[in-house]
């Protein structure tokens, strides 16, 4: 059954091996964060260009215009101003993550894991009682 496993394959001549090709595979545009996007130079390039439109800046200035910060409550109880809160809060927070969008922030470092045991000089090796006092 598995011997197809068993047979090795010769290996290729360095002008018969198969060139290799990257793709970039691009996420659906609904998957993707904030942090993805301005950490992908090209996007981040094309949101500042389309910022700078002076048609979606006027578009932007109006939304800010209009931000419900500038409602008036006439009645309401504590519920009522909470809610009104986080409707501003939530507003507020699309309107700087859309302007956002085009700044270009790298991604970080990925920080690898290590489990290698940690050497302690015996200098700084102190001996303690169960209790937390030091030994004599």
């Not at 691009?26 to 094309?46: D, P, V, Y």
């Not at 939304?63 to 409707?87: C, W, Y």
């Amino acid at each position: 059954m598995f011997d197809f496993l068993k047979k090795s394959k010769p290996a290729l001549a360095p002008a018969q091996q198969p060139k290799q090709v990257i793709r970039i595979v691009e996420r659906e545009l609904g998957a993707l964060t904030l942090a993805e996007w301005c950490s992908n130079q090209g996007l981040a390039e094309q949101a500042k260009s389309a910022l700078t439109s002076p048609l979606l800046r006027r578009m932007l200035q109006v939304l800010h215009n209009s931000h419900p910060a500038f409602q008036v409550m006439v009645q309401g109880d504590t519920n009522a101003r909470a809610m009104q809160q986080a409707r501003c809060e939530g507003y507020t927070m699309a309107l700087s993550d859309l302007e956002s969008m085009g700044t270009y922030i790298p991604a970080p470092e990925q920080i690898e894991a290590e489990f290698a045991a940690e050497e302690v000089p015996d200098n700084l090796v102190k001996e303690f009682m169960a209790d937390g006092r030091k030994t004599a």
